[in-house]
């Protein structure tokens, strides 16, 4: 694990969107396409915005979503939408977006639609909660065990979370750790003392956790103050 840290949020999202443009070039040019994942939320969006400006070869690139709350693209919720609006644009458009919340109102339907539109990702960009979630991998949700699961030929899982807003899809532990490269942006003191609590021990209640104890996949940490 490597650890990056930045006075700044825009320096962390220009240094994390070089990094992740490298890791998808060299995919690129070693197999022909590509597959990133990367998150929602606000925290990304100048991470995004940055990336749909990275000189790659759009039209090889497939980007999917790390997780997604069901709900349609035209809600403020929607990840699918912020993909969109702050990545998809300009050359970036020629892209092919694979969204999960294809039945917004049936988690069964989309779960059943994402599952068999999955592809694996090359290059996943993580998030971290507060309370040290990271997808849609929730403590005390009522799927995490499933989520967790090793060794797993699950992907992608429904997951309510037990306080926060809205039904998800979810990417799994197991396809977390299938991916070539891994990269989790943080931000704040808040969330670097859950992050430095997580490295200490694999433990349910920081999902976050069990992906920093498996060393056998590349994961950066990018990290402002």
Request: cysteine-free.
């Amino acid at each position: 694990m490597q650890w990056f840290e930045f006075d700044s949020a825009p320096a962390a999202a220009a240094a994390l969107a070089e990094a992740v443009s490298s890791a998808l070039a060299t995919v690129i040019r070693e197999r022909g396409e590509a597959v990133l994942a990367v998150s929602g939320g606000r925290s990304p969006v100048a991470f995004l915005q940055r990336l749909a400006q990275s000189d790659l070869d759009w039209s090889r690139l497939t980007v999917t979503l790390v997780d997604e709350r069901l709900v349609p693209e035209d809600h403020a919720d929607s990840n699918a939408a912020l993909v969109r609006q702050h990545l998809l644009t300009g050359a970036a458009s020629a892209a092919r977006f694979l969204p999960l919340a294809i039945v917004p109102a049936d988690a069964t339907a989309s779960l059943a639609a994402a599952r068999a539109a999955y592809r694996q990702p090359d290059v996943t960009v993580l998030g971290m909660g507060d309370d040290g979630h990271t997808a849609s991998l929730f403590p005390d949700a009522a799927e995490l065990a499933a989520g967790l699961a090793l060794p797993s030929d699950e992907r992608l899982i429904a997951v309510t979370p037990p306080a926060a807003p809205h039904q998800r899809l979810s990417m799994t532990l197991a396809a977390l750790l299938a991916s070539g490269r891994l990269f989790l942006a943080i931000q704040g003191e808040t969330k670097r003392r859950v992050f430095e609590q997580a490295r200490q021990a694999v433990d349910d209640a920081l999902p976050i956790s069990h992906v920093l104890h498996h060393t056998e996949v590349p994961l950066d940490v990018y990290w402002a103050s």
